[in-house]
Structure formats: C-alpha cells, structure tokens
C-alpha cells in the first residue's frame, strides 16, 4: 500500500481506536474510579451502564480484586508458615456469590449466627470447614453446630456446659475451640475492637481464666479440645497488637502443653488486617504481617516444642476495597451553612459513616471542574444521615451518579429497610460482564413477612 494510502488509512482509524482506547472494561472503570479518574468520560459511561441497567443504589463488587486480595495474603504467609489455614469472616459480606468465590478460592469459612452457617452450607461448605464464632449462641445454633460437626468457639464457661449437655443428648463428640481474650488494644474503632480486657469477647487469659477452662473441657468425655482463637479487633493498620497478641497466645500453647498435656491442632490469630480508606493512606500489607510475625511464632514454637497450624480468618481485607457503592444524585442544596448534595442511599445502605464516623471516598462520575466543599447527605430522616462531611469535590448536579469507595465489607451485609426503602441490588463484575448476584428489593418485598392488612375502617 503506498505510504500516502496508509497514512489516510490510519487518519481515518484513529478516532475509532481513540474510541475503543476510552471506553474502559467495567473491571477497568472500577479500578479508574479508585485511582480517582472517575470524571474521565470513559469511566463515568462504564457506571453509567451499569446505572441504566441496574438502578440505584446499587453495590457493585470487583471479582479480580477479591481474588488478588487471597492471592496476596497467600503469598505472604505460605513460605512462612507451612500449616497455615486461611477463612473467611462471612459477616463482612454474606453474599452467597461472594462466599461462593471465596470458597473456591480454598478458604474456610466463620460464622457469627445460625443464618451464616445455612448460608454457608448453601454455598457448598460442610460442617467441619466451618468455625462458629459467638459470644452469645443460641441452643438451636448449638444443636445445629454438634449436629453437622462444626468448629464451635467457646466464649465461656456457661457456654461450655450448654455445649456439653448437647453432645450428650446427640451422643456426638462436639468439637471446641476457645476464644481467648488477650488483653490486647490494637489501637482501632472502638466499636470493633475485641481483644481488650473490657470488652464482651472471649475467656480471659488475665488470671488464669482461660486456662481453668481448658481444664475443665478436657474432663469432658462429650467435647474435643482442638484449639485456641483470638481476634483483637477490625481494621489494624499496624503489627504491633498482632506481635504482643502472638507472643501471649504462644505462652498459652506452652503452659497447655506442659500443664495439662493438650497439644492443640491449631492457633487462631483472626483476622482484622485493615484496608486504606483514604487516598494516600497507608497500611499495613500482609508482607509486613507476616515478615513481622514469622520470628515471634518460630520462638513461641520452639519454647512449646511443636508447631500448631496457623489459622487467620480475614473478611474485610477481602472484600473491602472489591465494592463500590453507586447512588444518584436527587438534588443540591445550598444553605447558610453547608451545601448538601442529597443522594438516593442513605444510612440503611451503609450505615460505616453513620455508625463509626468512618471515612469512605467518594468521586463524582463524569465531572471535574468547579470544586465545592459538599456534604453527601443521604434520603433517610435522620439529622446523622451523612455518608460523607466537608468534602471538596467538583460540582454534581441532580441527576448525577456518585460511586462511594471500599463499601464492600460491612455494607450491604449491615444494609436495612428503615423508612420502608427497599434493599439495594448487588452485581459481580468479570472483565467487562457484570451478573446480578442479589435483585433489588421492591416495594412488595417490605410486606413479605407482614400479615394481611385491616379491613378499611377499622
């Protein structure tokens, strides 16, 4: 072809390669959104697509980034502990989707309630892949654990003797973990931190507590003792409440062991690893955890004379930063004071802000210019209903979609139908695809459960 020809050729190709250069996979449009190019237009078409198709509020999450966060936690801990076992906290996203990829990714699975362990089971996990976490479990959520063999974690000696009773009515063998209470201030939400000495979690090690409980759970013939459980809190930024935590449940290893004579099959350290909210921040990544943690465990080891698995159970690192939550803007309006972009979720559809003050990003889809210090206020009728305060943003206009970051741990899975508003929708995106993984609620859905309505009149 001759030069001048190809040269037209290639004048006339290049806006659609431009095009198609601009029109980012939905994968690529969540990624751009975090990276805070969520104004180019590219990236405003992808949510805008998903938008049109879907409605609003809707909580989108990014199937790559669940898989990369496994496969980072993975890497990091393997090399260094070889009987390593990793679960999934279920009740930072109860998504059976969501569980479902997590699953398959080889990950175990804790659960809080008896609707975590069906859901679980749901998703085609069995009762010994399960660990049961509670500090107030039910006699059903007892019997239902003993009945499928799952890893019941007891929070106290009351608990132990409800669980023993149960074993002996079922004639099975009930097999126990206890949580232990470390004493140990991780440095988090006060609302989320576990581990420290007043809060409702676990047998204290303070005393001697935790200890006695061992002992009296080995003179049961109707329960195995097979572990040890902590967790100091969610969202740690920083090792050094998992080192001192690490240290004081090795002693604990060790005194069973040369005490009572009980090997445990394995040490639970929790989950709790935190995940950046804010542009710029840093945090603590598993390489750092596990570099940090590698010498403390291999002297705890050493001192006890054998090596129990090591099991983490992580939820929000997976999922946190894997959602997107996109709402519509409904009006702007300015006061003396502040002005208020008013949007179309609230905090029944994520209560983080509301409940803990917590910080998530927001972006502006499609807009750049004109930057203005905004409160993101949400529908509910509630003076504390604000997603985000005195953010400088570009100018949004009704009609607008907003995409608030890192919603996809403990967002939908603490959503509401307060004020009679219907549950969001939840989609999972592959690539450029995107599957409904829960249909919006509807109007008749906030009646589901209801009786039938009075006669009119009276």
């Not at 601009?22 to 590219?42: C, N, S, V, Y």
Request: aromatic residues 6%; proline residues 6%.
């Amino acid at each position: 072809m001759p030069i001048r020809r190809l040269s037209f050729a290639l004048l006339l190709l290049a806006p659609i390669l431009q095009a198609q250069a601009a029109k980012p996979t939905l994968h690529e449009a969540l990624m751009a959104a975090r990276a805070d190019r969520a104004g180019e237009p590219g990236v405003a078409a992808a949510f805008q697509r998903l938008a049109d198709a879907h409605g609003t509020p809707l909580y989108v999450y990014d199937q790559a980034h669940i898989r990369g966060q496994v496969a980072a936690l993975r890497s990091a801990f393997a090399p260094r502990f070889p009987k390593l076992r990793i679960l999934y906290a279920l009740k930072a996203n109860t998504n059976p989707a969501v569980i479902g990829l997590l699953k398959a990714e080889g990950l175990g699975a804790e659960v809080v309630s008896r609707g975590e362990i069906e859901t679980a089971l749901r998703v085609g996990y069995t009762g010994p892949e399960i660990m049961f976490t509670s500090s107030s479990k039910g006699p059903e959520e007892i019997r239902r654990s003993i009945e499928l063999g799952t890893m019941l974690n007891v929070d106290s000696l009351d608990e132990l003797d409800q669980i023993q009773a149960e074993a002996r009515r079922q004639k099975k063998l009930a097999h126990i973990s206890f949580r232990i209470n470390p004493g140990v201030d991780p440095h988090t939400i006060h609302q989320i931190n576990t581990g420290i000495a007043e809060s409702k979690f676990g047998l204290h090690l303070q005393g001697g507590i935790a200890f006695r409980a061992y002992e009296r759970a080995l003179a049961m013939p109707e329960v195995r003792v097979e572990g040890a459980h902590c967790h100091i809190g969610s969202q740690i930024t920083e090792t050094e409440g998992y080192l001192l935590t690490a240290r004081k449940m090795m002693g604990l290893v060790k005194d069973l062991k040369e005490k009572l004579g009980l090997r445990l099959d394995f040490l639970d350290l929790g989950g709790g690893l935190g995940i950046p909210y804010q542009d710029g921040q840093i945090v603590m990544s598993p390489e750092d955890l596990a570099r940090a943690l590698e010498p403390v465990w291999k002297e705890g080891v050493a001192a006890a004379g054998y090596e129990p698995a090591l099991w983490l159970e992580p939820g929000r690192f997976f999922v946190g930063g894997a959602g997107f939550l996109v709402v519509r803007v409904n009006t702007v309006k300015e006061t003396p004071l502040k002005t208020f972009v008013n949007v179309d979720a609230g905090f029944n559809t994520l209560m983080r802000p509301a409940m803990y003050q917590a910080y998530h990003r927001v972006r502006v889809l499609g807009r750049t210019k004109d930057p203005l210090k905004v409160d993101i206020a949400g529908d509910v009728c509630e003076t504390g209903d604000i997603l985000a305060e005195g953010r400088l943003l570009p100018r949004a206009q009704a009609g607008d979609l907003l995409v608030i970051l890192d919603a996809g741990a403990y967002g939908f899975s603490m959503s509401s139908e307060y004020n009679a508003r219907p549950l969001p929708a939840e989609l999972m995106v592959d690539g450029d695809a995107a599957r409904v993984i829960r249909r919006r609620g509807s109007l008749p859905d906030l009646f589901r459960s209801a009786g039938p309505a009075p006669a009119p009149g009276r």
